[in-house]
């Protein structure tokens, strides 16, 4: 039995990776339009400093708030990315690890996932 996926399977994949992506890519928009809101909020505050200003230090804490789901959501686009990359070059599926297969099951969880369970869990 060949190792390598279908291609029908790999297409499946390939269009739930692209749907991901661009779902990735509208959201990190929209935390860059908030963000950009948070700093104009951040910046007229700084004008008339108040450390007791309680609205500005949770402004601030939304913003850090921001910053990080919009990294949480820049690395996943970089993985989803990185995948279809993988599709193009034929190597979608195979442990770029150890280069077993990976099992299906996991990419159904994982799409994106481009290591073994246990390459995954060894690099964690
Ligand atoms: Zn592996």
């Known amino acids: 039995m060949s190792r390598k996926l279908a291609k029908s399977t790999v297409e499946r994949f390939r269009k739930r990776l692209e749907e991901e992506r661009d779902h990735l890519e509208e959201?990190?928009?929209?935390?860059?339009?908030?963000?950009?809101?948070a700093r104009m909020t951040e910046a007229s505050s700084d004008r008339s400093p108040d450390p007791g200003n309680a609205e500005a230090s949770s402004v601030k804490l939304e913003y850090a708030k921001e910053l990080s789901i919009e990294q949480n959501t820049i690395d996943l686009l970089g993985k989803v990315r990185h995948a279809l990359l993988r599709i193009e070059a034929g190597s979608y599926g195979i442990c770029e690890s150890c280069g077993k297969a990976i099992p299906v099951q996991r990419l159904e969880a994982l799409p994106y996932a481009t290591l073994c369970v246990e390459c995954a869990s060894r690099s964690n």
């Open 27 to 37: 959201q990190i928009a929209e935390y860059e339009r908030e963000i950009e809101e």
